[in-house]
């Protein structure tokens, strides 16, 4: 059987002027970023056909450690729309090079559902990774500098200092360190470290930005500490975030490329799922909606994660008006959900199915609480029996819920016929109106405890004296009025990575607030939260390989 990377060296790529022309770009509008990738002005962003297109985003039940194939579901969706002749392009995020080298490999989908040139998307592809953590890295240099330039600096507390730097790579072995060691000339020596790009926020920034102008707005917005005299400290006060700006002014252009079937794709941003919003940038979201009647987007992890965040921040701060939700489920997740050991979720096992069940019925309640109709994706593998497939299919059909069988890795757009027809009849069909799950004016506890009790399933919060004090922090700073961004492990619906399946009768625990004011929104943090991974025994990297004429091998 063929490797993604070698099915996608296969295909013939159209130039990218072409796939522009396909959306209605005019040539002078296109920054070619050579032969297969370009720019996209803001400018093409219309806020008519926004209101008009028809946004489906493509979600999961809670993941195996190796994912269940969102990217790749949602690229074979929009080639199966493109097939009944429902026009659509596919908006996703960019993939970060720590998961490329790491445990996963290679993030442009997979098999004949892949968005291309996927060597160059996967490794650096047109900078704008580089871009973010220069941008991130110039402001942590800029508070170091102030800490050392007494005459004129801020009486910055260094104690109160969280910001550090960032670096798209696992390693681990640079999550904590000591800055300014070596003398007096070298700075203030005080504990930093470094996260990984994905989890800047900057990036979550850029993600949430409308345009440069609500970009520069909200870069000044950082908060950076609090002075000697207690006071806060933001970005603006270091001047940082026109330079900021500066660096990221191609980064927030939207990267045009092309499905392995030739359809278009946007894709632009990246940032963590269980740590920040797990969603493109609202920028490419609205440029898919302005040049494509329909849209297929993706949200990273479970439905209580990427879903969640996607509603409640993304579309709330954007305006944006999702109309169905699309959740992929794999008979290995519902498996695993159902106590088979991960090394044995390729043996035939409907009983295990069948008990796992109750994870896919959770992730299909909680649509519901975002008045939006659901739809669900059964991605189909080569090891799935026709007994387990129809064990999901008989839940589904009980409790009213469409569900199709898609093979888009096996067969792209074709295998995802049946799947588009059921998402476009629903489309065609719904008489809801998503609607956010909760208010921002609401108290930050009340909007913890809602998304926490309602999407999570948990019977109540707690929480430790440091997120007391966090919360007090919050409304001493005015921020009380920002929607919430948890932070908790995709692998249960619970903060315990441990419960399998639908948790009941568990509390949530938030440790501590943090407080991500340029972005937008509170990030209260559930168990251990890694933001700089390590990588594994044996990282994807091994593997990966050019020859003398260079050509890449590995990527997958």
């Known amino acids: 059987m063929p490797t993604d990377i070698e099915i996608a060296q296969q295909a013939t790529l159209a130039p990218i002027s072409e796939i522009a022309n396909a959306l209605g770009i005019s040539p002078e509008l296109v920054e070619p970023y050579g032969r297969f990738k370009a720019k996209l002005p803001l400018n093409l962003i219309d806020d008519a056909a926004v209101e008009k297109s028809n946004l489906i985003l493509v979600t999961a039940i809670s993941p195996t450690p190796a994912g269940e194939g969102k990217t790749t579901m ?71 500098n102030n800490l050392q330039a007494k005459s004129r600096g801020l009486g910055i507390d260094p104690r109160t200092v969280a910001w550090k730097r960032v670096f798209d790579m696992n390693d681990r072995s640079l999550r904590d360190v000591v800055v300014g060691l070596g003398g007096t000339g070298n700075g203030v020596p005080r504990e930093s470290g470094f996260d990984i790009t994905a989890a800047s926020e900057i990036m979550a920034i850029l993600c949430l930005s409308n345009d440069l102008k609500d970009l520069k707005q909200r870069l000044a917005k950082i908060f950076v500490g609090f002075r000697f ?12 975030q026109g330079a900021m700006a500066t660096l990221l002014k191609d980064a927030i252009k939207p990267n045009l490329v092309q499905t392995i079937e030739g359809t278009p794709a946007i894709i632009h941003g990246g940032p963590f799922a269980n740590i920040a919003q797990g969603t493109n940038t609202v920028i490419a979201t609205r440029m898919g909606m302005s ?94 029996t026709e007994q387990e497939i129809e064990v999901v299919k008989s839940r589904c059909q009980e409790l009213g819920y469409p569900v199709a069988v898609a093979d888009v890795w096996g067969r792209g757009g074709e295998g995802a016929q049946d799947l588009a027809q059921a998402v476009s009849a629903s489309i065609e069909s719904t008489q809801k109106s998503f609607a956010p799950l909760y208010d921002w004016a609401m108290p930050v506890k009340e909007k913890i405890d809602t998304v926490c009790k309602k999407v999570y399933g948990a019977e109540g919060v707690k929480y430790s004296s440091q997120a007391i ?88």
């Open 74 to 144: 949602s690229i074979g969706l929009t080639q199966g729309l493109n097939k009944i002749g429902k026009p659509t392009t596919v908006v996703l995020r960019e993939p970060s090079l720590g998961p490329v080298f790491g445990i996963k490999g290679g993030a442009t989908g997979g098999g004949h559902s892949q968005v291309l040139p996927m060597e160059d998307i996967n490794l650096h592809f047109t900078g704008d990774f580089a871009a973010i953590e220069k941008a991130h890295n110039l402001l942590a240099a800029l508070i170091d």
């Open 229 to 240: 005299d207690k006071t806060p400290v933001f970005a603006a006060d270091l001047n940082a």
């Open 291 to 384: 040049l494509s009647p329909y849209v297929v987007t993706e949200a990273g992890f479970g439905s209580d994660l990427g879903a969640e965040k996607f509603f409640d921040i993304k579309c709330a701060s954007a305006g944006l008006k999702p109309k169905i939700q699309v959740l992929v489920a794999t008979i290995r997740a519902l498996k695993y959900h159902g106590g088979a050991n991960l090394n044995d979720l390729e043996t035939p096992n409907p009983a295990a199915v069948q008990k796992g069940l109750c994870n896919l019925d959770k992730h299909l309640e909680n649509a519901g609480h975002y008045n939006l109709d659901a739809l669900v994706a059964i991605n189909r593998f080569t090891s799935d």
């Open 469 to 556: 004090a966090d919360l007090r922090r919050i409304e001493k700073l005015g921020l009380q009025g920002l929607p919430v961004c948890i932070a908790k492990t995709q692998k249960s619906l619970s903060d315990d990575p441990k419960k399998i399946g639908r948790p009941t009768g568990f509390q949530i625990t938030v440790r501590e607030i943090e407080v991500a004011a340029g972005a937008g929104f509170l990030v209260p943090i559930t168990g251990e939260m890694m933001r700089m991974p390590g990588l594994p025994a044996t990282p994807a990297a091994e593997r990966i390989d050019i020859s003398d004429d260079g050509e890449i091998t590995g990527l997958f």
